[in-house]
């Protein structure tokens, strides 16, 4: 009787988890699926497809442009982060206090957050315009005239680090203050009993107790940026040249463009390798971040 | 009132010329009650063929659904569709370029047993009546991986309108700055430096810059003819890129310099969009690219530039008088999976029909229309040399005598051309010339 009870209840709960094991399955085989296309000379508009191994990716690592592409990825995805986690912690800690700009700030600052990124890139690919962009106007308020952005090699990086950073630096923001306001007065009160000054407090007790909270936030944006493509897409396509050709937008033009399928997914395998790697080792952080504040996030 | 009487009247009788036109000895009800999902760019030539769907739906019984797509979605839904075979559109408007890498797969549907055939064609239809450049462009036959010319071979796609490349200049900016439309390369680049010392505010020219083929297809593979410039030279396995050659070297040194001293700082992420907006917005003074951009801004009440806009022939090399002008057909074609090729075929036929065609003309759309009887209809030709469209006319007559598709058909010609378009960014970014033609023909001959 009670073996048959558990019996049904192993059922009622295989049951349950089915469709979450279903589409579990699903994304491993579309994954595998991709990775198999990856290790063939697959192309649109012919009909066969013939195995080739690591040929795709021995002709990408064996080209210099593979490499701008990876160089490209790494420079965009960790200044955009750097910078985002720098900005957000200011920002978390002007909302942490009863200034009146941060009470009006707070619920502005989830604006670029809605935005679709497809639209932000648009819309700063018109502020942006060298000749007719609003940017260059207020560039020219503090004597800089023709700032190229989005339409020279040398400044395009820049441009659309700034554009990923004015877009997320908000969600840095807000995680970092939620993690500052987990901090009880009693610990700051301590630590002002102790003789600790402003700064002291900040840096011996505030920022390693919003470590973790900056890294989760890290963790997420970091896979998110490497994977980018609306903003990059929608604004420089991965030029001028190839100046800011990241993985995704290279493996769109290798496989939708030029239509070579099979090396498109080498490259976005090569991406995801890079985005596994690297969340791995920002997740390790997190972890050495939260056992040092004794599990506080 | 008297005019919405006249107008009534006049719209009346269009309407019973046009069904008389189809009223013949040809079964057109043959697919009635099939319904037929028609995939097209969101652009004028659709809209063309949309204000009169009803027209064909009330003369063959088909349904037709449009599905319109903007220019960027488009193409990339276009390519998805037909590589993974879907039979969701049937009809699919296209071009001959992105045709080269999908007929070998069979993912269009070969239209010549379809035009010979007397129960699918109507006798009025006269196949022959469309420009011989454009019938030539689509007609080719295809092996695993191989295009191969043939003038008797397979018709993948029927013209639908076609744009040629020519130079277009504000006249009233021109004029006011004091300086001359330029006939070749070195000359604009001399017009360009005049306009900029005239009017520091004004942009002297533009051209599509972006690191896509759409770049290389208006001005450069126009230009770069006149200095002899060959994308592929040979066929078959001797078939090899000439873009490192002596002559494309001297070309793409001129045209960096061109661009240098008369495109906008934006030039590399300058699609059609913003080329179109500078002229017509005044902010440009000239520009290279499809000719019926020109006359849609000529256009009354179109926008600002209406009247301003002149033609001219593209540049030449300075020491060459020969001209000649690329072509972008937008065709009609059936997708090779589409399970109604026969009721796509009569929608195909209905939409590229010589009384369509100047239909869609003298409504402002068609432009250009792709046959020889429009062109010759006096409706088409009186509405075409109307003053505000000023010498239109005249340079479509001049320059399609010299106007082809300049590009060697080729499975994979998108990936070249992508590569040339971006290597044409990293010069006028001030890459060695030299440097970068042999890199590109080097990549180029690595795909061959």
């Known amino acids: ?297 | 009132m008297k005019t919405i009487t006249k107008l009534t009247m006049a719209s009346a009788i269009v309407a019973l010329m046009g069904t008389a036109a189809y009223a013949e000895d040809f079964n057109w009800r043959q697919f009635e009650g099939t319904e037929i999902t028609w995939a097209y760019d969101i652009h004028p030539y659709a809209d063309a063929v949309v204000a009169y769907l009803d027209e064909f739906e009330e003369l063959t019984g088909i349904k037709v659904t449009a599905e319109l797509y903007p220019d960027d979605t488009y193409w990339g839904k276009l390519n998805i569709q037909l590589s993974t075979g879907s039979p969701d559109w049937d009809v699919v408007g296209t071009g001959i370029q992105p045709a080269w890498d999908v007929t070998p797969a069979g993912q269009l549907a070969g239209l010549r047993g379809l035009i010979e055939d007397p129960n699918m064609t109507s006798p009025s239809y006269d196949y022959e009546d469309f420009f011989p450049a454009l019938r030539a462009a689509w007609t080719w036959d295809v092996a695993e991986e191989e295009i191969i010319a043939n003038p008797d071979g397979e018709i993948w796609g029927i013209p639908h309108a076609f744009e040629n490349m020519q130079l277009m200049y504000r006249t009233d900016i021109l004029e006011r700055l004091g300086v001359e439309p330029p006939s070749t390369l070195p000359e604009l680049t001399i017009a360009c430096e005049q306009i900029r010392a005239a009017d520091p505010n004004m942009t002297p020219m533009a051209v599509r810059g972006v690191r896509f083929w759409s770049s290389i297809h208006t001005a450069p593979i126009s230009i770069a003819q006149s200095y002899g410039v060959r994308d592929f030279v040979g066929t078959g396995d001797a078939m090899d890129t000439a873009l490192d050659s002596a002559e494309s070297i001297r070309f793409h040194k001129d045209y960096v310099a061109m661009i240098q001293a008369c495109a906008p700082d934006s030039w590399a992420n300058d699609n059609w969009y913003q080329v179109v907006d500078g002229l017509s917005t005044g902010t440009t003074a000239m520009a290279v690219d499809a000719n019926m951009f020109g006359f849609w801004n000529n256009i009354e009440g179109s926008s600002d530039a209406a009247g301003k806009i002149a033609f001219a022939p593209p540049l030449t090399a300075p020491d060459n008088d020969e001209f000649a002008s690329n072509i972008w057909i937008w065709s009609l074609a059936i997708n090779g999976a589409s399970e109604k090729k026969g009721a796509a075929w009569y929608f195909m036929q209905w939409a590229t029909s010589k009384e369509m065609n100047v239909r869609g003309a003298t409504d402002g759309k068609l432009v250009n229309p792709p046959r020889s009887s429009a062109w010759q209809a006096q409706e088409w030709i009186e509405y075409a040399n109307q003053p505000e469209f000023n010498n239109f006319y005249d340079t479509f007559n001049t320059v399609q005598e010299k106007t082809s598709l300049l590009f060697t058909p080729r499975y994979g010609f998108g990936a070249a051309m992508n590569a040339w378009a971006v290597a044409m960014q990293e010069m006028v970014g001030g890459a060695d010339v030299e440097e970068s033609l042999s890199n590109l023909a080097e990549e180029i001959r690595d795909e061959l």
């Open chain 1, 1 to 297: 009787m009670a073996r048959n009870k558990v019996k049904s209840g192993n059922m009622f709960l295989l049951i349950t988890l089915l469709p979450a094991i279903l589409i579990l399955g699903g994304f491993i085989v579309l994954f595998l699926w991709g990775f198999y296309q990856s290790l063939t000379d697959m192309r649109f508009g012919r009909s066969r497809v013939d195995f080739e191994g690591i040929e795709n990716y021995a002709r990408l690592v064996g080209r210099s442009r593979f490499w701008e592409s990876v160089s490209a990825t790494a420079i965009y995805a960790f200044s955009a982060v750097i910078c985002e986690s720098v900005l957000g912690l200011a920002i978390a800690k002007l909302f942490n206090t009863k200034a009146v700009l941060a009470q009006w700030l707070r619920p502005a600052i989830l604006l670029p957050l809605v935005l679709p990124p497809l639209s932000v890139a648009l819309m700063w690919t018109t502020m942006m315009n060298p000749e007719t962009g609003v940017m260059n106007y207020f560039l020219s308020f503090v004597g800089i005239e023709n700032f190229p952005w989005t339409a020279k090699a040398e400044t395009a990086m820049f441009a659309i680090v700034f554009i990923d950073v004015w877009t997320f630096t908000p969600f840095f923001a807000l995680i970092i203050f939620a993690g500052l306001r987990g901090i009880t007065p009693d610990i700051i009160e301590g630590a002002r009993m102790n003789g600790a000054k402003a700064w002291g407090i900040f840096w011996r007790v505030e920022l390693p107790m919003v470590l973790p909270y900056i890294l989760l936030a890290a963790l997420f944006r970091i896979i998110d940026s490497l994977n980018q493509f609306d903003i990059i897409f929608g604004t420089t396509q991965g030029g001028p040249g190839n100046a800011t050709d990241v993985l995704s937008v290279s493996a769109y033009f290798t496989a939708f463009q030029n239509l070579y399928f099979g090396r498109g997914a080498a490259i976005m395998i090569v991406n995801w390798l890079m985005v596994l790697l690297t969340a791995m080792v920002v997740v390790k952080l997190w972890q050495y971040t939260r056992k040092r504040v004794g599990g506080y996030a």
